[in-house]
């Protein structure tokens, strides 16, 4: 039912509970906002041009599309709202980059969609349909490409020749586009349902539109480049020659995306990440209909929560795996909730595992919260008689299929870990200790750290008041923050649902793996401290969905009975997003907003190679980047600022960096002399020290006990403020 069908209650305790619930939503946005801003670590970035007209602008184009969406005919919603979508993107330069990503995304959907009509089933008609064919086509497309990086050529050349290969396939397929798909379901809904689906579709731009000014640490470090890092030598099974254990992690996610990469803008591979956050969204609102919250107007006001969530916006803008992980593991528990209702076979269940190697083959993360989900799937047999039967959606084939393509992509990925690293995977502790327990050795140079240390149980009262209200507090969860309406959710139910009876839902199978995820979110935020107090938020994100979920599901079913209810909780949910929404538009790698006004249309869509080109020449390295390029694959040891050796066409490692996974490499220059002749590093960057203003290295960094004119080595390239120096081979006996 909607706003306008539900009966009126007006008691005076009824009245005071709701504003009860409004000034709880109101109190826990407001104490986040003063601690950010009343002075905190956003006061600078909300009072920017950038933030402020940016923002100015994200409002009128969300407005704009929401009033759009209110016009009687098709045609005029789909054209002028275009238009309007088209025009925002071409001012930020992303219109190119955001129809590359469009197009990854869709063919990976077509490509699964051939799957299944190879295998005799049924195009995709559902969003639940056009999930599997996600999990089918990323499979395929794994199991191709990691194929040919395994017989030589892997570069992002030869995977976007893959491409074009597979993309006959992909329209064989002849499967309805999915965004096709939801704007025709939109048809059907009330005008205010599709003025919410205008402000999403407004917000996803707005994201888009922050991929050409954000750029992440973690980013620019090993995400945005894989052609200069993860396949420099041909193939993704080349040997590296770097420390730091992130360059061994599993990456099907970055070969996901090489094809998107060495174009001159990094907008398309975030991009491909921000769509990933729409499949997130749709999955979440299936399992939402599985708790009760079945209506459009339900699905979307979730979909605003999470969409606005800086734990989750922010993670969409890089290219990182974090966003696919829980993607993934969100698709095993509603799959493997679906096994606990189907009742026959076992389809459903190689759907769930499936989708939860998929997830481990993209991010380590992952294996704790499917180890618990696999816990709730057990528990949830317990009861399994008590559910109401769930009919195959799909031939059983199609989920075997799923599996054998996600098992050889995970045998894929784990292979290239122990080719070059010596073992299968490289943290978390507890696996890392399994390994060398079978007799496995981490093979040089890769390192390792210490990623956990034990709990201080004293401070977990402050850890959990800090991580609802104080996000200031924590460094990394300050742009990252998991939200706090969630917790929320489940007190408005409380206050709302008292005086009328919750609408009727069935047991879903999906609870008991739901909470199991949320616990395992729980044990991760408090079992352990990280390298940054409270770690990052993006660790948590496969807990906070389910907790969103649940919780909102019971909010919209406890406030069945009411109008005023309903209301009630329709405005706190838009004031979180709201909130969330601005937060996030604020913070992500502590960069605020867009661009200021103007009427310049013609921006570039390489904003990328401008921005490297700008920072190489500001740091004097124009030559020896010049240099470098005509030697790749280039392996340097740099000691310069860190944006810096990220713009150079070489794979860069610093000796700090290469010091917190093995402190034997940097000891004196002699070990590190040993360590470049040893694995290939052949050149050496170095600041000059006889020129105004040197780059000085920081406190403890061992480029500080490295020598001006280093012995063994000649230069190459003189610049204005660094030097590029190769080791002399050593005259052979």
């Known amino acids: 039912m909607e706003l306008s069908a539900l009966p009126a209650e007006s008691t005076l305790s009824a009245r005071a509970l709701r504003l009860l619930a409004l000034l709880t939503a109101f109190a826990a946005c407001t104490a986040v906002a003063w601690a950010l801003l009343v002075p905190g670590p956003l006061d600078w970035q909300v009072s920017t041009p950038q933030y402020i007209q940016g923002g100015l602008e994200a409002l009128l184009l969300m407005g704009g599309l929401a009033l759009l969406q209110q016009l009687p005919r098709r045609g005029w919603r789909l054209g002028l709202g275009g238009v309007l979508a088209l025009l925002y993107l071409r001012r930020h330069g992303v219109d190119a980059p955001a129809l590359l990503a469009l197009l990854h995304v869709e063919f990976t959907l077509a490509l699964g969609a051939a799957v299944c009509r190879l295998a005799g089933a049924a195009l995709p008609r559902s969003v639940e349909d056009y999930l599997r064919c996600f999990v089918l086509g990323l499979g395929l497309w794994s199991v191709a490409a990691w194929t040919l990086s395994a017989l030589g050529p892997g570069t992002a050349l030869a995977l976007r020749y893959l491409w074009l290969m597979l993309l006959p396939l992909a329209l064989w397929a002849r499967a309805r586009p999915l965004l096709a798909h939801l704007f025709a379901r939109s048809e059907g809904w009330q005008p205010l349902d599709r003025g919410l689906f205008g402000l999403l579709c407004g917000w996803m731009l707005v994201l888009f539109a922050r991929t050409n000014v954000v750029y992440s640490f ?76 079945a209506s459009p107007r339900a699905q979307l006001l979730l979909g605003a929560l999470l969409l606005s969530l800086p734990a989750l916006a922010n993670a969409a803008l890089e290219p990182k795996p974090d966003i696919v992980c829980a993607l993934l593991v969100l698709l095993a528990w509603l799959h493997g909730g679906n096994w606990l209702q189907q009742q026959r076979g076992h389809s459903e269940l190689a759907w769930a595992v499936a989708a939860g190697l998929l997830a481990v083959s993209s991010k380590l993360v992952a294996v704790p919260y499917l180890g618990m989900l696999g816990v709730g799937l057990l528990l949830g047999l317990f009861w399994r008689r008590r559910y109401a039967a769930l009919a195959p959606p799909a031939p059983a084939r ?118 199991l995820l949320m616990l395992a979110g729980v044990v991760l935020a408090l079992g352990w401290q990280y390298h940054s107090r409270g770690s990052d938020g993006n660790y948590f994100i496969a807990a906070i969905v389910p907790a969103t979920v649940l919780g909102f599901a019971l909010a919209w079913r406890r406030t069945t009975a009411a109008a005023a209810a309903r209301g009630t909780l329709f405005a706190g949910v838009l004031l ?6 601005a937060y996030s538009f604020a913070s992500a790698a502590w960069t605020p907003g867009t661009r200021t006004f103007d009427l310049d249309f013609s921006r570039g869509v390489r904003d990328s190679r401008k921005r490297e080109t700008a920072l190489l020449a500001d740091a004097g390295l124009t030559g020896i980047a010049d240099y470098l390029r005509t030697r790749k694959p280039a392996h340097v040891l740099g ?67 490295i020598p001006d004119h280093p012995p063994g080595t000649e230069t190459l390239v003189e610049g204005p403020r660094f030097r590029l120096l190769r080791l002399i081979p050593l005259a052979t006996p």
């Open 639 to 705: 000691c310069a600022p860190f944006d810096v050796t990220t713009a150079l066409p070489a794979r860069v490692e610093d000796p700090f960096g290469i010091s917190l996974s093995r402190p034997e490499y940097t000891r004196d220059f002699a070990a590190l002399t040993d360590y470049m002749r040893r694995f290939e590093t052949p050149y050496l960057l170095l600041p000059r020290r006889d020129v105004e203003k040197p780059y000085l290295p920081a406190p403890g960094d061992p480029c500080g006990n």
């Open 218 to 293: 973690d980013g620019l470090w090993y995400g945005y480049r894989p052609e200069e890092v993860l396949v420099a030598g041909g193939s993704v099974f080349a040997p590296l020659g770097l420390v730091s254990p992130v360059y061994y992690f599993p990456k099907l996610y970055e070969v996901y995306l090489l094809p998107l990469s060495d174009l001159g803008d990094t907008s398309p591979q975030a991009g491909v990440t921000i769509l990933l956050l729409g499949l997130l969204a749709l999955t979440a609102a299936r399992l939402a209909r599985r708790f009760g919250a």
């Open 576 to 581: 979180f997003a709201g909130f969330q929404a």
């Open 398 to 515: 199609l989920g075997w299929i799923a599996l054998a393509l996600a098992a050889v992509a995970a045998v894929f990925v784990m292979a290239r870990t122990q080719l070059l690293a010596g073992m299968p995977t490289i943290g978390p502790d507890p696996l890392f200790k399994v390994w060398t327990m079978l007799g496995f050795e981490l093979r040089e140079p890769a390192g390792t750290l210490t990623w956990t240390r034990p709990q201080d149980w004293s401070q977990v009262p402050l850890l959990l008041r800090d991580w609802l209200l104080r996000p200031d507090q924590m460094d990394h969860i300050a742009i990252s923050w998991p939200g706090n309406v969630w917790l929320w959710l489940p007190l408005c139910a409380l206050l709302l649902g008292r005086y009328g009876p919750a609408a009727p839902a069935a047991v879903p199978a999906h609870r008991s793996a739901g909470l």
